[in-house]
């Protein structure tokens, strides 16, 4: 059996989701300083994301009758060397929560917690298209480097990340 539970794996996972969004905050918190709106609207949304991502967490834990616990807030970075540096920290960390979110899918597999797979299949879906959207950014941030008011362009022209209700997307804690 596995050392761990998969509600102890999934309160981790709430602390990641929460500190991606703290991440993200600050990415945007850099664009805002630097007058580049778009990059920060994209940025403070992708943050509002990673909350809603907790609390779907959250929400599944209650449901299951398994404890909650909310983590510690820590300080994110909000200074950066150049302005395709948020960008290639945001594709690592997409790419670091797909890992963390196979990992908790092996684990409800391991211990045939149906429940918990048929959870994380969106997270699995959701990832794909997160690490998709973190790449599309960074080439189009690297290609204007000289002149990011290009990639604001393209992201108010291509509605970058703007998605629409996901009807198949699991409930949230606090929603109505
Ligand atoms: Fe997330
Ligand atoms: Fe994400």
């Given at each position: 059996m596995p050392e761990q539970s998969f509600a102890d794996a999934l309160n981790e996972q709430i602390s990641n989701e929460f500190a991606a969004s703290q991440q993200y905050v600050g990415a945007a918190v850099y664009y805002d300083a630097e007058t580049l709106p778009r990059l920060a609207a994209f940025f403070y949304r992708q943050a509002l994301e990673e909350r809603e991502h907790a609390m779907m967490m959250i929400r599944y834990l209650l449901d299951v009758g398994e404890e909650v616990r909310i983590p510690d807030i820590k300080s994110q970075q909000t200074s950066y060397g150049d302005g395709s540096a948020p960008v290639k920290m945001a594709l690592e960390q997409e790419k670091?929560?797909?890992?963390?979110?196979?990992?908790?899918?092996?684990?409800?597999?391991?211990?045939?917690?149906?429940?918990?797979?048929?959870?994380?299949?969106?997270?699995?879906?959701?990832?794909?298209?997160?690490?998709?959207?973190?790449?599309?950014?960074l080439n189009v941030v690297e290609r204007s480097k000289e002149n990011l008011l290009l990639a604001e362009d393209y992201i108010a022209r291509e509605k970058l990340g703007e998605e629409g209700d996901d009807p198949t997307a699991p409930p949230t804690a606090g929603e109505e």
């Open positions: 670091r929560v797909s890992d963390e979110i196979f990992a908790l899918f092996e684990l409800a597999r391991a211990t045939k917690d149906y429940r918990a797979e048929q959870f994380l299949t969106w997270f699995v879906k959701e990832q794909v298209e997160e690490v998709a959207l973190m790449g599309d950014l």
